[in-house]
Nanobody, 120 residues
């Protein structure tokens, strides 16, 4: 299965910014859909941002205007740029990528999860 490795989390003060990265392993050939989810303690996992290969992007209302999802095809990496972070953004963030491998197999993989903590 294609593996996803997330990086870029950490602690930040309210109003700060972070970039999360999610890199797919080299066996990934074509990526059709990528998304970021988050889950805070006591809360259900929620979709934060979705990017499909046609270029359409959707965002949760809570992050619209502050977060941006993007991809680097050469690096097989999806990013989540987070601006003006709020304490309620604190959560474990997971990337999810769907596509095909070089062998023609479909895949759907999750990142390991990375903590984002927004606090004064």
């Amino acid at each position: 299965q294609v593996q996803l490795v997330e990086s870029g989390g950490g602690f930040v003060q309210p109003g700060g910014s972070l970039r999360l990265s999610c890199a797919a392993s080299e066996r990934a050939s074509g990526i059709n859909r990528m998304a970021w989810y988050r889950q805070a303690p006591g809360h259900q996992r929620e979709s934060v941002a979705i990017l499909v290969n046609g270029g359409n992007k959707t965002y949760a209302d809570s992050v619209k205007g502050r977060f941006a999802i993007s991809r680097d095809n050469a690096k097989k990496t999806v990013y989540l740029d987070m601006d003006n972070l709020k304490p309620e953004d604190s959560a474990v963030y997971y990337c999810n990528v769907q596509g095909i491998t070089a062998m023609g197999n479909t895949f759907r993989s999750w990142g390991q999860g990375i903590q984002v903590s927004v606090s004064s």
